[in-house]
Nanobody
Framework: QVQLVESGGGLVQAGGSLRLSCAAS????????MGWFRQAPGKEREFVTHIRWSSGWIDYADSMKGRFTISRDNAKNTVYLQMNSLKPDDTAIYYC??????????WGRGTQVTVSS
């Protein structure tokens, strides 16, 4: 069974930075893509960014472009999310997800990011 474990969330002041990590382990799996999603209180889960594993192609949600950067360590099956210039609106639970070729079918438990004004 594939497990995704996120880390790096916390409380930060507006304008600050955080770096999230997500490591995939367990079972036999292939990675088509890994990505980050977030869910703010009272809102639906939304796409943040993802990276296609073989090509390295990256997509970002428009509101994150220029502030968030996704990267990966292939050897460790780990993906990172560097978040800069954080805003209170970025407050959410951030989830890591893995696409094994059939869509995002594996999800982490999430890590809380809180940005104070």
């Amino acid at each position: 069974q594939v497990q995704l474990v996120e880390s790096g969330g916390g409380l930060v002041q507006a304008g600050g930075s955080l770096r999230l990590s997500c490591a995939a382990s367990g079972g036999t799996f292939s990675i088509s893509a890994m990505g980050w999603f977030r869910q703010a209180p009272g809102k639906e889960r939304e796409f943040v960014t993802h990276i296609r594993w073989s090509s390295g192609w990256i997509d970002y949600a428009d509101s994150m472009k220029g502030r968030f950067t996704i990267s990966r360590d292939n050897a460790k099956n780990t993906v990172y999310l560097q978040m800069n210039s954080l805003k209170p609106d970025d407050t959410a639970i951030y989830y890591c997800a893995l696409d094994s070729g059939r869509g995002y079918n594996y999800w982490g438990r999430g890590t809380q990011v809180t940005v104070s004004s």
